[in-house]
């Protein structure tokens, strides 16, 4: 485990940041609530679990469930749930897939995410301490974000990101350290899990190839948007297979290479 520069080990050095949060009064646990530590069943989030677990701060933890999440991540999600020290939870979307893309008449784009919105907006909406395993090793627009943040969404509270200035290595050697269970799909060469056919991601093909569920599942999302804007005479494709073949190209790039809500602490 990486040293910190007074020789304190890194994990040690966030147990006791996190100790320290906890013990303000004005803090993250204003209201008595416990914390609400957000969990996807990556490898980041399954070492934040950990640490929580470690450090003796009341906490709760929350998946919020994806449909298109791959069905072995579920599993060892669900898994995790069978152990009663997780704390594991599982929060339902308000709404359908299928009937919040027609809502929209669009598809969820790079720069227009709703489906987070919708399957992880609302499980964070706590008022309290939301825990994410967010890094700023991941992305250009982690690398802005803060340890703590406050929520602007409706209800408050703040976002605490405690392995935040973590590596992949760190999050690694400390799976390793500790003897973690971690998802199957690492081993198989996957490096970041989550939403099959994410707007994010360029593999489109390998996903396709892995996961041919997931390409019957946006077709009918697709289907259903194409239907919308025709109807309501914004049609911009001739055929559905056209805003198909533009939508799994990825031409609609975004502003930013991560504006999910449950990560920045803002509204789209």
């Known amino acids: 485990m990486q040293m910190m520069f007074d020789g304190t080990p890194l994990d040690e050095w966030t147990l ?11 803090g993250p646990l204003r209201g008595g609530k416990p914390w609400h530590v957000a969990y996807s069943g990556g490898k980041d989030s399954t070492v934040l ?29 669900f898994d995790q749930m069978k152990l009663p020290q997780n704390r594991l939870h599982v929060r339902w979307p ?10 929209r008449g669009i598809m969820p784009l790079r720069n227009r995410r709703w489906c987070c919105e919708i399957f992880k907006e609302h499980a964070t909406a706590t008022g309290g301490a939301i825990l994410t ?11 802005k974000q803060p ?26 050697t400390y799976i390793r350290e500790q003897n973690l269970p971690y998802c199957q799909l690492y081993d ?17 093909k390998q996903e396709i190839a892995r996961w041919p ?24 494709f001739t055929t559905v297979e056209q805003q198909w073949a533009w939508w799994l190209s990825r031409d609609a790039k975004a502003s ?11 509204l789209e």
């Open 16 to 26: 006791f940041t996190m100790r320290e949060v906890a013990r303000e009064t004005d």
């Open 188 to 204: 198989e060469g996957w490096k970041r899990l989550g939403c099959v056919l994410c707007p994010m991601t360029r593999n489109t």
């Open 147 to 172: 340890m703590r943040k406050g929520c602007t969404r409706k209800g408050g509270g703040v976002f605490f990101h405690p392995i935040i200035g973590w590596t992949n290595s760190d999050v690694w």
């Open 49 to 77: 679990l950990d640490l929580v677990k470690r450090s003796g701060v009341p906490f709760e933890t929350y998946y919020a469930f994806v449909p298109i999440d791959p069905p072995e991540l579920r599993r060892f999600i």
């Open 213 to 236: 569920f997931a390409e019957k599942v946006w077709r009918q999302i697709c289907q259903a948007t194409f239907d919308r804007r025709r109807d309501s005479g914004q049609r911009l």
């Open 133 to 143: 395993g967010i890094r700023w090793a991941e992305s250009a627009m982690r690398r």
């Open 256 to 266: 930013s290479e991560d504006d999910c809500p449950l990560f920045d602490g803002t």
């Open 94 to 103: 308000k709404d359908s897939f299928i009937s919040a893309a027609r809502k």
